[in-house]
């Protein structure tokens, strides 16, 4: 049996005790060993823990997503390093579930809020006459963090999406953005970090960690997924320069803004589309070349071109830590 206890928005114990049965075999789920524990969103995911949330579901069938991604949030004590409710990682974690047939939500009531946020942005007007110079014709150059919401994160997001090749799409989960100007105040660069790869071997070898302790400490990684040097910049080392501050601040920026360190970053450069000069001379580590597989494929033909691994430790011992 399994009892859960629900606190209402005033604080007060819910007056019923909801009891339920978890049963091996659902008629509308599929099958999941008792002993077996599914890591979605970084957190372990056992049996009880979806008839946890199968229980809640039952309990209040006339409730939406939002309210069960943050009752449950509250029920895990599932917050970041600032206590803030990782509601958007819940809800990510519910839709996964659903995928697999675990459990059912209910109807969507509104539109989805991450295809409104993968919208195109409006196109910015912003200064694109040539810069070719040295770089140090440039400085001092500006580089902080991107507010959320500010012109400056529509500009960074229109950057990325007109002239980036991969474009740019919502930010799910912890992440940070960055925006070079020149001393004028023009825009240079754009750099995006996000979540780390679940999984990539050539990483995983370098650090030497166990699969417990990769799902314990993956949150203390950060992957540079996004950089981009507007094309009509061309000035020799910038790209360099700027990694090298970027890495200097970032574990302090990620501490203010998440209330955790990050010890180590990682990026994946496409070879021969990119050669990777600009990570080499800012410190970065080549490890190896992923297998190009991806997260959906059948786990037996690669489905992307292999890319070269790239990682900057931002601490002497980040490996001890990282496997410890």
């Not at 006459?129 to 400085?139: D, E, G």
């Not at 507010?147 to 989960?173: D, I, K, P, T």
């Not at 950089?227 to 501050?245: E, I, K, N, Q, T």
């Amino acid at each position: 049996m399994v009892g859960w206890v629900l606190v209402g928005g005033d604080g007060r114990r819910a007056e019923r005790i909801f009891t339920f049965l978890w049963l091996q075999f659902s008629l509308w789920a599929t099958p999941w060993s008792v002993d077996r524990a599914l890591v979605i969103q970084g957190r372990a995911i056992r049996p009880e823990d979806v008839a946890q949330i199968r229980g809640w579901l039952h309990a209040h069938p006339d409730s939406n997503r939002t309210r069960l991604s943050r009752e449950l949030c509250r029920a895990w004590n599932w917050r970041n390093g600032v206590g803030q409710l990782k509601d958007m990682a819940c809800r990510n974690l519910l839709l996964k579930l659903e995928a697999r047939g675990q459990i059912r939500l209910p109807p969507r009531r509104t539109a989805s809020v991450n295809g409104l946020r993968n919208c195109q942005a409006p196109v910015w007007e912003h200064d694109q006459r040539v810069i070719a110079c040295p770089l140090q014709h440039l400085q001092p150059v500006w580089l902080a963090p991107v507010v959320e919401g500010s012109s400056e994160a529509w500009l960074f997001r229109w950057l990325l999406q007109r002239h980036h090749y991969l474009g740019q799409r919502n930010c799910v989960g912890e992440n940070l953005k960055y925006l070079a100007r020149d001393r004028s105040g023009r825009p240079l660069a754009c750099l995006l970090f996000g979540a780390a790869a679940w999984k990539a071997a050539a990483r995983d070898q370098w650090i030497g960690w166990t699969a417990r302790q990769r799902a314990t400490h993956l949150s203390w990684l950060a992957n540079n997924s996004r950089f981009l040097v507007l094309p009509w910049v061309r000035v020799p080392h910038l790209a360099s320069h700027l990694l090298g501050r970027v890495a200097a601040r970032l574990s302090a920026d990620w501490q203010q803004k998440y209330g955790h360190a990050i010890y180590l970053l990682e990026s994946f450069v496409e070879p021969p589309r990119f050669a990777g000069a600009c990570y080499r001379a800012a410190g970065w580590v080549p490890v190896g070349l992923t297998s190009g597989r991806t997260r959906n494929d059948d786990g037996r033909t690669p489905r992307v071109a292999r890319k070269a691994l790239y990682l900057k430790p931002l601490r002497a011992d980040a490996r001890r830590r990282l496997a410890a």
